[in-house]
Structures are given as C-alpha cells and as structure tokens.
C-alpha cells in the first residue's frame, strides 16, 4: 500500500522504512472516483494532494464555460493551489479526478512534522518550491510565444503517457490551443515520423 | 501418454466496457492465477459475454490506439465489428471470423461495431486475445491475417460429433489458417450434444478452454458450464471434451515464452526502456497517423 508515496519520502528525506510506515499512520487517504472534486473555485485550499494511484487535474472555468487545463497530475505527482493555502483565501481552481484515483491529502502541518524530523525533506521541499516556480515561468514563456509543435514536444516530455490516457481536447487545453492544432501538429510529426 | 487435467476454474470476473462498445471479462492477466507469465505466450483475454447491444445511430467501440511487442487476435461469435489501422488496413470481422493482427514494431487502431449491425442493435460476443512475441519478433514490421470462417480449416468429428475449427496450430494432422511467430494452437470445438473430442498438446504448453455456448465435461469427470475459464495443468498431454448439450468451445495452448515481461497499456516489451521508447515512438509519431 502507498508504495508511490513511501518511495517519494524515502528518495526526499532520511527516513528508515519504520518511521515512514509511523509517519503514514496520520496520512489521510481517499479513493476517489472519476469525475470527483478535491477543490472547487471559490473554496479555500487547505492540502496538497498526492497521486498515488490515478489521474487528476487542476483547470479554471471562464464566465463563457470554456476549461483553461493549469496542470495534470499522473501518479507521484502533488498538485494544489498553494498560494491559497498560503494567504488563506478562495481558489480559482477546480481540482478533478479524471481516472479512479488513489489520493494522500498532505496539510502544511504533516510537511512540517516531517521537515522537523528531517532536514533532508525540508530542502527538498524547498527545492520543489523553487523548481514549481521555474515550471511556472517556462510555462508562461510557452504559452507566450512557443509554437504549437513545441508546447507538445515540451508536454510529451513532461507527461510520457498522457497521450494514452487523457481525451486530446484536454490536452489542447493545456496547451492553450485547439484540438484541430493539435491534431495538424501530430499528423505532421507522423509525417515526418513514420516509416511504413 | 499422460492425460492432463484441470488445474482450476474461473468463473467470469466483472464485466467492464473497453470503450463503448466492448463489455468484457478480463481473465488473462487480472484473474487469480492467470498472469501473463502463466499463460504466455497468450497475455491477456478479454472475453464480451453475449450481450445485446441496443440499436445506436453512432457505432460504439474504441477509438484510436496503439500497440507494440505482440499481436492482436479477434475471433467473433456474434456481431460485427469494422476496424482500420495506421498501415491502411481496414475490413469487417463478422459472425465466425478472425482477425489476426501482428502489431509488432507498431500500429494505431480502431475497432467500432459495423454500422449496419449498430443500426439495428443485437447479440454481441467477441473474444480479444493478446499473444505475446518474443524478443527478436518484437520489432517486426506490422502485418494482418484477416480470415474469414469459410478460410478457417474445419476438422470433421466422427460420429457425428461435430468439428474442430482450426484457426492456428494444428489438430489431427489439420494445419490451422493463421500463421503465427512462436507455437500456438487455437481452435474451436463445436460440439454437438454428447459428442466427444480429444486433444493432445506438449506437456509444458500453457493450455486452456473457455466455454462459448452450452457445458461440457472435461475427461469425463470435471463439469464446466458457460462463460467459465478452465486452465490444465502444465503436465500431461491429452484431455477429452464431451458436450452435456450443444457446445463452442475456446481451445488454446502455445508454448511459453520464457523472457522478461515489462508492460504498460497497449505496449508489451522486454525491458522498462523499450517500454518507454514505445511512449516516445508512439508520441512523435512513429506509429503513423490515423484519424478518430
């Protein structure tokens, strides 16, 4: 049980395997079903979620309806709205499961109780904190400027499997472009590609 | 020679669609005891007990997807389904037809029920077969066996007992239609009530007999009944099958691949790096284009 979540805090801290297994006693764990909601525009976030088994999602809704994707989390991933966590005030995020999933809800309390046993997770956890941010810029640069062939050489990248796994209209969403780009985009690639 | 015996029965697990319109009981790999190791070179068995589909103006089935490392085999009982891959093919299985798809190196597909059959809705059943390649086929070019039951080489019983399709492998001196890449025995034994067919495959052959329509009785003392999985033991040679009433019945033995597995959805590799070079090959195009 948890082995995803046991081998990221025994890569992230010096934790042996008996104050791992100690440590998961407190860890709260939910399985969900597809189409459940860990967060809902307007709340205010109060955990980071863990992916254990499954997939989710992070979006955000415009007036019109249309879905902006901000993040996919597969297994091992952690996905959240921090900085409503941080200032304690509402999300513009939905947060869905879109498989069954299997997910660890993490409070900035068990970070902390753990960081205090181990000085090793609290700077991983602070590079994770530095590394999401870089994410985020380059993100943005993309979105900015990049061609549609890039954002999906870059997502292909980032998320090995997901082309098998989630509907191509909501990777077109995260990549901020249409299901008809993102399909000229492919075609072109298996032209290049392919060798019958 | 030795006679070989049933190991174990399965009842059929929970169905679960495949798409829309493949509601299946997967046996091999997720059933107890029958991983893939167990049964290789057969490495997974989804089986679409007869279900009747209501009419549908948009054919169900599943859209596009890959496969690499093994072959694909469809053998229809009832209902029809229209399939197209990435290398161009495209054709209808229907009633009593098998389709033998080498995906190999790579190949995108889609299967949706046949528009006709969609329209008007019937009885629907179907198995889907995985069976493995070993290592130096793996990446073969991709190639396609459709054959049709007037091509399937039937072995007439006597007695009147009924006959012995044989779609791959061989039985008595009757060699199957389909070519395969390691040895693979597949056949069905249509039976009628109290007809008797016997069978003889090597010892260590993981062999097996899913029972399409009717019951039947296994060496004359084990009793299995429709949509039930029976696994023999990998000694002995020779087993009987009589027919309590008329009867179809799945036969598969194939001698085991003895290679590491490393798989993830559609593709079925060695190792975990060609695991994830198919991911790759399979993002940038590699395995061709095909529209959904």
């Known amino acids: 049980m948890l082995t995803n979540f046991k081998t990221y805090l025994s890569e992230k801290s010096e934790l042996d395997e008996t104050s791992i297994d100690e440590i998961l006693n407190d860890v709260r764990v939910e399985s969900l079903q597809k189409g459940d909601f860990l967060l809902k525009a307007g709340d205010v976030c109060k955990h980071a979620f863990f992916t254990e088994k499954g997939l989710l999602r992070a979006f955000t809704i415009e007036e019109s309806g249309k879905e902006h994707i901000i993040q996919f989390a597969p297994e091992t991933w952690l996905i959240s709205d921090r900085s409503s966590i941080y200032f304690n005030e509402p999300s513009a995020l939905f947060i869905?499961?879109?498989?069954?999933?299997?997910?660890?809800?993490?409070?900035?309390?068990?970070?902390?109780?753990?960081?205090?046993?181990?000085?090793?997770?609290q700077k991983a956890n602070d590079r994770a904190l530095q590394s999401h941010i870089r994410q985020l810029q380059q993100r943005i640069n993309q979105l900015l400027g990049a061609s549609a062939e890039e954002r999906y050489s870059t997502f292909i990248q980032k998320y090995p499997d997901l082309l098998l796994r989630v509907p191509l209209w909501m990777i077109a969403s995260y990549l901020g472009i249409t299901p008809e780009s993102l399909s000229r985009v492919r075609k072109d690639l298996a032209k290049k590609n392919f060798k019958s | 020679m030795a006679n070989k015996n049933i190991e174990i029965v399965v009842n059929p697990p929970a169905p679960h669609f495949v798409g829309d319109g493949f509601r299946v009981h997967n046996f091999i790999p997720s059933a107890y005891y029958l991983d893939m190791q167990r049964m290789s070179p057969f490495i997974m068995l989804d089986y679409n007990s007869k279900f009747h589909f209501p009419p549908s103006k948009e054919?169900?089935?599943?859209g596009v997807h890959p496969?690499?490392?093994?072959?694909?085999?469809?053998?229809?009982?009832?209902?029809?389904?229209?399939?197209?891959?990435?290398?161009?093919?495209?054709?209808?299985?229907?009633?009593?037809d098998v389709q033998w798809m080498t995906a190999a190196s790579g190949i995108l597909h889609k299967e949706y029920h046949e528009e006709?059959?969609?329209?008007?809705?019937?009885?629907?059943?179907?198995?889907?077969?995985?069976?493995?390649?070993?290592?130096?086929?793996?990446?073969?070019?991709p190639k396609y066996q459709g054959i049709t039951n007037d091509q399937i080489q039937k072995f007439t019983l006597p007695d009147n007992a009924g006959e012995i399709e044989v779609i791959a492998g061989e039985y008595n001196g009757l060699?199957?239609?389909?070519?395969?890449?390691?040895?693979?025995?597949?056949?069905?034994?249509?039976?009628?009530?109290?007809g008797v067919a016997?069978?003889?495959?090597?010892?260590?052959?993981?062999?097996?007999?899913?029972?399409?329509?009717?019951?039947?009785e296994v060496n004359g003392k084990e009793k299995v009944g429709t949509d039930k999985f029976a696994l023999f033991e990998t000694e002995g040679e020779t087993f009987d099958i009589k027919a309590s009433e008329d009867a179809?019945?799945?036969?598969?033995?194939?001698?085991?691949?003895n290679?590491?597995?490393?798989?993830?959805?559609?593709?079925?590799?060695?190792?975990?790096?060609?695991?994830?070079?198919?991911?790759?090959?399979?993002?940038?195009?590699?395995?061709?284009?095909?529209?959904?």
């Open chain 1, 96 to 121: 869905e499961a879109i498989e069954n999933s299997t997910v660890l809800f993490i409070s900035a309390e068990f970070m902390g109780m753990i960081a205090e046993r181990s000085p090793k997770f």
């Open chain 2, 59 to 62: 054919p169900k089935g599943v």
């Open chain 2, 67 to 96: 496969h690499r490392g093994f072959e694909t085999v469809t053998i229809a009982y009832k209902g029809k389904v229209a399939h197209h891959d990435s290398t161009g093919n495209s054709g209808i299985i229907g009633e009593g």
């Open chain 2, 116 to 141: 006709e059959f969609s329209r008007t809705g019937g009885e629907f059943q179907m198995v889907q077969l995985w069976v493995n390649l070993p290592a130096k086929d793996k990446m073969s070019p």
């Open chain 2, 175 to 194: 060699k199957g239609s389909a070519s395969t890449f390691t040895p693979v025995n597949l056949m069905n034994a249509k039976l009628k009530k109290d």
């Open chain 2, 198 to 216: 016997s069978f003889s495959f090597p010892a260590h052959f993981n062999t097996a007999i899913l029972i399409i329509e009717g019951s039947i």
């Open chain 2, 248 to 257: 179809v019945v799945l036969i598969l033995s194939g001698e085991p691949i």
């Open chain 2, 259 to 292: 290679e590491p597995i490393a798989s993830h959805g559609p593709f079925v590799m060695n190792t975990k790096a060609e695991l994830m070079e198919a991911f790759n090959d399979f993002n940038v195009g590699k395995f061709g284009y095909l529209e959904d």
